[in-house]
């Protein structure tokens, strides 16, 4: 990796710590939004906080910072690989923000954006895997686990079986969907005592 690539990593990471939640509802409430709903500054905090139309708007533009990640370590970058250390740093970036003393979201909306354009295949079959949670549960956490394993073993899967991915894509996809995983360690203890909310905030949800 060159002195540029680490320059485009790291400017990636700087794009993904933008905190759109925060400032969206801060702009609306004058709050901070982890210190609503269930704590999460991410697009579905917003949504039961702040309703459909500000949660979509968080999502779009947490999403679109990561692809922007993805296009311009691809474009710029010395390796192939570029697009994937791009998308994972944006996604570092959105669970860790320095913007908020890396208090962030848990990256899904991001990690939906960066590997979109990376591994489409693997990243529509977690898309599907996470609506049918939420069409049978509508536990967005668990939908988002269920997701993100989804996204990073059939991702390293094409890479043994069919070789559509390089190596380090696949390892730097699936080091993410685990990332993404942990970040929900909370949703996990709340959904085995089940506590955990679903979809529109129903349940006991503690706070991150």
């Known amino acids: 990796m060159s002195f540029r690539d680490l320059l485009l990593v790291l400017l990636a990471y700087c794009l993904g710590s933008m905190p759109f939640a925060f400032v969206i509802t801060r702009w609306r409430t004058g709050r901070d939004i982890r210190e609503m709903g269930s704590g999460n500054a991410g697009a579905?905090?917003?949504?039961?906080?702040?309703?459909?139309?500000?949660?979509?708007?968080?999502?779009?533009?947490?999403?679109?910072?990561?692809?922007?990640?993805?296009?311009?370590?691809?474009?710029?970058?010395?390796?192939?690989?570029?697009?994937?250390?791009?998308?994972?740093?944006?996604?570092?970036g959105h669970c860790f923000p320095f913007s908020l003393q890396f208090r962030g979201g848990k990256g899904v909306a991001s990690g939906l954006g960066a590997f979109l354009f990376i591994a489409p295949l693997p990243t529509l079959l977690a898309l599907a895997a996470f609506l049918l949670e939420i069409l049978a549960l509508r536990?967005?956490?668990?939908?988002?686990?269920?997701?993100?394993?989804?996204?990073?073993?059939?991702?390293?899967?094409?890479?043994?079986?069919?070789?559509?991915?390089?190596?380090?894509?696949?390892?730097?996809?699936?080091?993410?969907?685990?990332?993404?995983?942990?970040?929900?360690?909370?949703?996990?203890?709340?959904?085995?005592?089940?506590?955990?909310?679903?979809?529109?905030?129903r349940g006991k949800e503690k706070r991150p």
């Open 44 to 92: 579905t905090n917003v949504l039961r906080t702040q309703g459909k139309l500000l949660g979509l708007l968080t999502l779009l533009l947490d999403a679109g910072k990561a692809a922007l990640s993805v296009w311009f370590c691809r474009k710029w970058g010395s390796a192939e690989w570029m697009g994937a250390a791009g998308g994972a740093a944006a996604v570092v």
């Open 139 to 201: 536990f967005v956490s668990l939908g988002s686990i269920l997701g993100s394993l989804t996204f990073g073993f059939s991702l390293l899967a094409f890479h043994l079986i069919k070789g559509w991915y390089s190596l380090p894509t696949a390892l730097l996809g699936l080091g993410t969907a685990l990332l993404l995983v942990a970040r929900h360690h909370r949703n996990i203890r709340n959904l085995l005592k089940g506590t955990e909310s679903t979809l529109w905030g």
